[in-house]
């Protein structure tokens, strides 16, 4: 993999600069400015800088831009840096096209590894759906499903070494109800059913029933309703390109010997006191807003109890970064669960909790309802047959993952331009169609790229080299929703490309071998994007 040599080079001259002018060390950020205006990219440290130092933001940053300009005319820089504009504190840095140029040779010769940051990885577990095994996967399952998936596909680009896992919460009150359930089912079989109030209602508990009754089995209702939705969860994931490297049982985790030696542990370092027949853990001492009960009256254990045992599991195989996806209902449980964390000795930042909000269903434009008490719901199987894979995954992560998403089935399945995964891929396959008629050899290091001097191969190449910014994005912000938008870009920037400008049977050779190769760095790209979201490369459509 090739380093972005400008994006180090310049970190390390700013953080520089920062150290000799304002005697601080602060980390820098780089954004992506949505107008051309503003330049390629742009950083906002200049902002940070008079926040700590109480300084006029537009001061710092001409101070910052002077030193600047001085450092890079010293210095190589000056062939890939046109400009430096101070934009009410933010710093904008344009590139020369020369500086393009390169980059589309380096996409040519290194492929999809063709630039990136300075990133230091770390052994990393993403735990995510980890849906109760008590009835099919729901639409909100499905999302955190991947959410979760494209998240691993980029931290293990970037070289993160990943573990997927899953945790199967298989005791407690709803593992409970679900074996009355099928138990009732079961006996209404035989015209004695007497259903219990907290019961699950859906069809898929008379499944499990008649499968019990087939094989004459009349006890363990809970135990095999478990593993017989497990089997279904699994085979559910694997149809929506969902794996996991390790799934792991509640059960087996917070056996009485576990719950001991947490008690054990906790008590030795202070943090554990008796109040009102129950056993508390002093979860104030790490910023929590109160403290948290592990023991109940009745002996029984806590939501709580089982987290801190199973984290305190994770870190235990060696994982230095821990990232959980949620649902929005967990959202109050992640003081105290950081406040556990800390206790174990680890930095509560070693522990990034993900949350990923619902989903909303339409159908020739009427919300589909969503009711898991009354098993009115649609699950990941019937959005499966209904719109295919593909348009599921993209679908699923085409809104930020802390905002609702509104899913409409009829433009998922629709083969039209406004459906962004048709939109996509018919750019994919148009380029495949192309680089199929044309007996043109590139060669990256023979090629006149300033011939590529129309507006629209410019945009195309701009938007190519985004890439890597992109892809580190979604390890910053643990979220993959900027490669849906990203993609479209490039798809869009491919379309008016390929539109406006002759490629094939161009008079002009060397011109024509340069469009090739632009072509060929656009299918790189979309391959790689496409790939990291799990969606398929069609060669024709």
Not at 291 to 310: E, N, P
Request: one cysteine or more; aromatic letters at 12%.
């Amino acid at each position: 993999m090739r380093e972005n040599n400008l994006n180090i080079k310049l970190e390390n001259l700013i953080q520089k600069i920062v150290k000799e002018l304002f005697f601080l060390e602060i980390p820098l950020e780089w954004q992506l400015p949505k107008e051309e205006k503003f330049g390629d990219i742009s950083t906002n440290i200049a902002l940070k800088i008079s926040s700590l130092k109480k300084l006029e933001p537009y001061k710092v940053a001409d101070l910052m831009i002077e030193r600047l300009n001085k450092e890079i005319q010293r210095s190589l820089l000056k062939e890939d840096i046109q400009q430096i504009r101070n934009d009410s504190g933010f710093i904008n840095f344009f590139f020369t096209p020369q500086y393009y140029y390169k980059k589309l040779r380096d996409i040519l010769i290194y492929k999809d590894k063709f630039m990136r940051f300075k990133i230091k990885p770390k052994k990393v577990l993403i735990e995510f759906v980890s849906a109760n095994p008590t009835g099919p996967l729901s639409v909100a399952h499905a999302r955190q499903a991947v959410v979760g998936d494209v998240l691993a596909n980029v931290l293990e680009d970037l070289g993160f070494k990943v573990k997927r896992e899953y945790y199967i919460n298989d005791e407690g009150a709803r593992i409970d109800a679900l074996g009355r359930s099928v138990e009732a089912r079961f006996k209404g079989l035989e015209g004695k059913e007497e259903f219990p109030a907290d019961g699950y209602l859906g069809e898929y508990i008379y499944d499990i029933a008649k499968e019990m009754k087939e094989r004459k089995i009349q006890n363990n209702f809970a135990n095999y309703a478990v593993r017989y939705l497990l089997k279904d969860i699994k085979n559910d994931l694997k149809n929506f390109g969902v794996r996991f490297d390790s799934w792991v049982s509640q059960k087996v985790l917070t056996k009485k010997r576990c719950i001991q030696k947490l008690i054990s542990y906790f008590t030795k370092k202070g943090l554990i006191y008796e109040k009102e027949g129950a056993i508390w853990f002093k979860s104030t001492a790490f910023s929590d807003d109160k403290d948290r009960v592990i023991i109940k009256k009745d002996g029984s254990y806590t939501y709580l109890t089982a987290d801190i045992i199973y984290h305190h599991y994770k870190y235990k195989r060696g994982f230095g970064w821990l990232i959980n996806l949620w649902g929005p209902d967990h959202h109050g449980y992640i003081g105290r669960l950081k406040a556990a964390v800390e206790a174990m000795g680890k930095k509560a930042e070693s522990l990034s909790i993900v949350i990923v909000q619902l989903v909303t269903l339409y159908k020739e434009g009427k919300v589909l309802p969503m009711s898991t008490r009354k098993a009115q719901y649609i699950t990941l199987k019937e959005v499966l047959e209904e719109v295919g894979k593909d348009a599921s995954r993209f679908f699923f992560i085409m809104r930020r993952t802390n905002s609702h998403l509104d899913f409409d089935l009829d433009l998922a399945k629709a083969k039209v331009n406004q459906n962004p995964v048709y939109y996509i891929q018919y750019a994919y396959a148009r380029i495949c169609g192309i680089l199929r008629k044309t007996d043109i050899k590139i060669k990256p290091s023979k090629l006149k790229y300033s011939l590529l001097k129309e507006k629209e191969e410019l945009e195309l190449i701009k938007v190519l080299v985004e890439f890597p910014y992109q892809e580190f994005f979604v390890f910053k912000n643990l979220d993959p929703y900027n490669l849906t938008v990203y993609l479209q870009r490039l798809a869009s920037a491919f379309h008016k490309f390929y539109d406006t400008q002759r490629v094939l049977n161009n008079i002009d050779k060397e011109l024509s071998s340069c469009r090739i190769a632009l072509v060929e760095a656009t299918r790189i790209i979309l391959d790689k994007g496409l790939r990291l979201l799990g969606i398929s490369r069609p060669q024709s459509m």
